[in-house]
């Protein structure tokens, strides 16, 4: 007896514009960036992870991975792969090429969306944080 083996048809998630203070869905994941007093994230049953404007650099984006692809954690002195990411937190590989990434102007990866947040985020609110990002995972 032969094997065949099929290779499954993966989804390609274009480069897309993150519009702010208001919510935006993208392949089972949802979310908010904004103000952080915006009434629209009070409610927010997900993560949320504050920041300074004024240290990152806008518009957003949500892209797939690239090749090369790569994002600081807080705690760590080098940069992590987005490719490690994935399997330290056993993404399955035929998600990995469609999972939605949080990208900057500059193509920076900020956030691998529903798994983890680069180290400009944190989930305690400073008195310079004016921004949040909020991450509602709608299906696995």
């Known amino acids: 007896t032969s094997v065949l083996f099929e290779k499954k048809q993966q989804r390609v998630l274009p480069k897309t514009l993150v519009a702010l203070n208001e919510w935006n869905d993208f392949d ?10 915006h009434e629209a994230v009070q409610g927010c049953l997900g ?11 806008f518009p ?3 892209r797939a991975r690239e090749d090369g692809d790569r994002m600081t954690i807080v705690g760590m002195q080098k940069s992590k792969k987005v490719s490690r990411i994935f399997i330290d937190d056993k993404i399955p590989l035929v998600e990995r090429n469609s999972w939605p990434l949080l990208v900057d102007a500059h193509n920076n990866v900020l956030a691998v969306l529903a798994v983890r947040v680069n180290d400009k985020f944190s989930k305690t609110k400073t008195v310079a944080d004016n921004f949040v ?3 509602e995972r709608m299906s696995i």
Request: charged residues 15%.
């Open 133 to 135: 990002l909020a991450i």
């Open 60 to 62: 957003f984006y949500v």
């Open 28 to 37: 089972g994941v949802r979310i908010f960036i904004g103000n952080v007093e």
């Open 47 to 57: 993560e949320k992870y504050y920041f300074n404007a004024q240290t990152v650099n």
